[in-house]
């Protein structure tokens, strides 16, 4: 028999050699199980408890309303957005702050709270608090 001539018994091989994919695959699972923690997208907090004791009202307190139009009471008074501007800015003058306490209604969009909270900042209020109702078991 001569070096370099193929024999007759030599046949070409038919099966995929599944080692080399078996590799890439262990390689990939791999990848995967140490990627997928650092992509998590919650983020872990710790949320306050709510407490179910009510709120002593101090007559000082202002009880801001946003009804479900999205118009303005202050202290049960309705205002419009320019005087209830002025009054955020009297309020904050005072010595002590007295606290503003917002009372939203389910149906008035979000956009008019943050209005409210935004004006407040301006303002200068520092404290500022959010009424809710207890939830009913």
């Known amino acids: 028999m001569a ?11 038919s099966e995929i050699n599944m080692i080399p994919f078996i590799d890439v695959m262990l390689v990939l699972l791999i990848i995967f199980i140490i ?5 998590k997208h919650a983020v872990n907090i710790e949320l306050p408890q709510a407490s179910m ?15 479900a139009d999205g118009a ?3 202290n049960d008074q309705r205002v419009d957005d320019a005087d209830f501007a002025n009054r955020l800015a009297a309020a ?6 007295p606290e503003l306490h917002i009372r939203g209604d389910k ?24 009424i809710t109702e207890p939830a009913t078991p």
């Open 53 to 67: 004791e009510k709120v002593l009202d101090k007559p000082e307190n202002i009880r801001l309303s946003v009804d």
């Open 92 to 97: 904050a003058a005072q010595e002590p702050q």
């Open 107 to 130: 149906a008035v969009r979000y956009e008019r709270v943050a209005q409210a909270m935004a004006a407040a900042q301006r303002s200068g209020v520092r404290k500022i608090g959010f």
């Open 72 to 74: 303005y009471f202050w």
């Open 35 to 39: 990627t997928v923690p650092v992509i």
């Open 3 to 13: 070096i370099g001539t193929q024999s007759d018994n030599d046949e070409m091989m």
